[in-house]
């Protein structure tokens, strides 16, 4: 896995350079916690960096995540109330989100090919499902009502 990490670490650097910005230590710190934690809310990546660097504050995460996502680095999705959740933009999946237990399934994108026919067909719509969270009731949850 730390193989992989670095692979991206280094991906991630040289898409950087080609948009003419550097990799700085904030920059690097942010996006290794997201690397390490794969889904993170803001908050989650703050506590995560300063763990090895505490005067990193909450400021400098959220512009950070705001860089990067409007460079295409990271992406963001909302699993429901609160934060928005930040990930690596290879890390492509739908989330189905249990709206009564808060439990979060990642599912592969293509489970979402008839949908995204349809919404092309009678919608001209191109729907991105790599950005995409679903609120249900988990199959536990389902079982628990009578």
Do not use: W
């Not at 919608?123 to 609120?135: P, Q, V």
């Amino acid at each position: 896995m730390e193989t992989n990490i670095q692979e991206e670490r280094a991906q991630l650097k040289t898409t950087l350079h080609e948009r003419g910005m550097r990799m700085t230590p904030q920059r690097q710190l942010v996006l290794d916690a997201l690397l390490e934690l794969e889904h993170a809310t803001p908050e989650q990546v703050c506590q995560h960096v300063q763990r090895s660097t505490p005067t990193v504050n909450i400021t400098t995460v959220y512009r950070t995540l705001e860089l990067l996502e409007s460079l295409g680095v990271v992406r963001h999705t909302h699993l429901g109330h609160g934060a928005p959740n930040y990930s690596v933009h290879e890390h492509k999946h739908v989330h189905l989100v249990c709206h009564r237990c808060d439990r979060v399934l990642e599912v592969p994108c293509e489970v979402m090919d008839d949908l995204r026919g349809t919404l092309r067909a009678r919608f001209g719509f191109a729907l991105d499902a790599s950005h995409l969270a679903l609120s249900g009731l988990c199959e536990n949850c389902q079982k628990e009502i009578p």
